[in-house]
């Protein structure tokens, strides 16, 4: 008996000391929900999950009528789900985006985030969930002249500002880079032959073409790159939780299934 009681005793002390180290309701659930992070998070607002983003940059975000959907938006929603906390979509310019996330205005940046070097050093990135490529689009007209990256040499690109085709323009000899604050803009200064060519993300490269006949996209890609959220650095915890769900929908489908929603099989 005396071994009994000792061993319930020390059962007790244990949970006890698991209730000091968080909230005493979230403790015993933890243990069976895979994606509890192992340490408590920050939040904006209590239970809701606050997603910075820019809703012009189809299929990953955009705006049908009022709402504001895509790739991005659905996988943000399926973390929050996940995580047990109320999704509340913030749209804002792109170039604004990270710097909601470092100043606490947002928890995370979804926005069709390429993985760079240079953005580390203000924010954490969680694991990636997909991958992309930066493409050229031109007029119609110069399809004969401009067939690859190596035809711009001197030429004028259109980006999106703030984004990593606004780098990587810079990158081609003699190059002027035009900046918009919005991607069809450049397109559409693109299709009235302002400028030479637009350098942007695959498929919003792709979506912003299929609604101009003066324009194409040269298929061949300037780069391959990642995608990933972007989270503020002094909230690790929450760069873990949200790994911990984006491996899950990795492992069980999901993600491929809210891709191939909106990305058709080429």
Do not use: W
Not at 127 to 142: G, N, P, R
Request: proline share 3%; glycine share 6%.
């Amino acid at each position: 008996m005396k071994k009994l009681t000792a061993a319930v005793l020390a059962a007790m002390l244990a949970l006890s000391m698991t209730a000091c180290g968080g909230s005493k309701e979230a403790a015993p659930e933890a243990s069976a929900d895979a994606t509890a992070p192992a340490t408590e998070y920050t939040l904006v607002a209590d239970g809701v999950l606050t997603m910075a983003t820019n809703a012009e940059f189809p299929p990953y975000e955009y705006r049908e009528g009022d709402a504001i959907v895509g790739i991005d938006v659905e996988i943000a929603q399926n973390i929050a789900n996940k995580l047990g906390l109320e999704l509340q979509i913030e749209d804002m310019a792109f170039d604004s985006v990270i710097p909601a996330v470092t100043t606490g205005k947002a928890d995370i940046g979804v926005s069709g985030f390429t993985v760079t070097e240079e953005r580390k050093h203000s924010v954490d990135f969680t694991d990636t969930y997909v991958q992309a490529s930066q493409l050229i689009i031109i007029h119609k007209d110069d399809a004969e002249t401009i067939k690859s990256a190596a035809d711009l040499t001197g030429k004028s690109i259109g980006v999106q500002l703030g984004t990593t085709g606004d780098i990587y323009a810079g990158d081609i000899e003699g190059a002027t880079v035009e900046r918009y604050s919005k991607g069809f803009e450049a397109v559409q200064a693109l299709s009235q032959k302002k400028i030479n060519a637009v350098m942007i993300d695959d498929q919003v490269a792709k979506a912003l073409a299929s609604q101009s006949e003066d324009v194409v996209v040269i298929d061949e890609p300037f780069t391959v790159e990642d995608y990933a959220i972007v989270v503020n650095k002094e909230n690790p915890a929450l760069t873990a939780a949200v790994n911990e769900v984006i491996a899950e929908m990795k492992a069980n489908g999901e993600l491929q299934a809210i891709i191939d929603k909106y990305i058709s099989a080429e």
